[in-house]
């Protein structure tokens, strides 16, 4: 452990795994990470968990940050409402979702997700079908870690524990999600589903329109979207897109639903809104669902402290003139494919690489059994931190994830740079990822020698 590393011994901080030694980030250049041992890690996922679209240190942002917190930092929604969030609404409608009406500030992803549940239930219940809330989703997906969007994923790893709290809801289950290239597998469970609940008693289909965390870059055929639109036409039900890490321009598009073949009824976003330097996210709907609100109860009466506070979403509306000055999003669109182009080459010999996939800087790799490139790895073998550490000593900062523990969905690494990054940044990630799976292959076939 070097010096300035934080672990569970020496901390007074709750760690998230008490024996691993946090390494302490001092400051940040772009996409540099100043370390406090004096190593500079390139930062390959905007912070590690696709966040600082903008880069550290944008200083447009920290300047509207700066003049926000002297003019007013703080107000409550349950008495105010500032024009801060009002332009941000505004300017978010009119730039980034021409097709939304409506926007409701959080402050972070789960409560984005949390809030879209509630605005779901609302819809139903004002219009006067207070039977529908079953909400279905594909298993395979992360939606937060609050109670209400947990109960929307179903990867066994992560729900272990709370299974106790968390609402019983319908999953697609991955295999017949994820390997479905006709996308008619996924829609006959999706089918399935709605019988076995009554698709009267269906609130909503929730889902990432491209996965982030859970497989990077995954995004089922166009067949499935297009059938999943009949169906919310026949049925009733809404389509809730969580682009809390694919919003923003993360995928080549203001949100990867444009280039869907529906227009979502609500759309969560959070991550690239702030982009780092405020914890910021948001729940959008159309016209149609405010209207059934404002028609019925009149009332959303929910929400959290920070909700919509001006310092935050004076960094919104800083981040969005960058992102559109910067023509940012179109950049991402341009230089996304031969991104993924070479990340295909850098890692095609790698026996342990299943597959490499993407959409504009949201890019995936998924890791598997070197031995028959089939099989994912015991999850024991704690891959997920053999990723993160490798790759801090080869220089890059990645995310990864834990195998699924349903036996079908394995590790995945996920590769998301700012939109800032060079030419040359984004070719030296790449390398530091390959030099990076190098490792862990290696360290991989020699654990798994000395089981066998
Ligand atoms: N939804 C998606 C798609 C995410 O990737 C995440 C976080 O990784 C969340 C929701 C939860 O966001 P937060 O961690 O800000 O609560």
Known sequence: MSATAVSGETSKLLPRHSGFAYPSVESADGVWLNLGDGRRIL?????????????HGNEAVIAAAAEQGRALSYSYNHHFTNEPQERLAAELIERAAPAMARVRFTCGGSEANETALRLIRAYHVDRGEEQRWRIVSPAQAYHGSLIGPLALCGRPALRRDWDPYLSPQPHLSPGAWHRDPSGGESLAALDALLDEA??????????????????????????????LAERRERHGFLICCDEVASGMGRTGSWFASDRLPFVSDIITTGKGLGAGYAPLSAVLCTEEVYAALDRGSGEFDHGHTWDGAPLPCAVGLAVLAELVDGDLVARVDAAGPPLLERLHERLTDQAMVREVRGKGFLLGAELVDPRDGETPLPEDLGLERLVVERGLAAGVLL?????????????????APAFTASEDELEAMVERVGETLEAVELEVVARLGARS
Request: charged share 10%; proline share 8%; hydrophobic share 40%.
């Open 198 to 227: 009554g698709p009267g008693n269906v609130a909503a289909y929730f889902c990432e329109p491209v996965s982030a965390a859970a497989a990077p870059g995954f995004s089922p055929p166009v067949r499935f979207w297009e059938g």
């Open 399 to 415: 995310a990864a994830t834990s195998t699924a523990g349903d036996g079908f969905v394995a590790d995945q690494v996920a590769l």
């Open 43 to 55: 930062d390959a996922c905007s912070g590690g968990s696709m966040t600082t679209c903008l880069g």
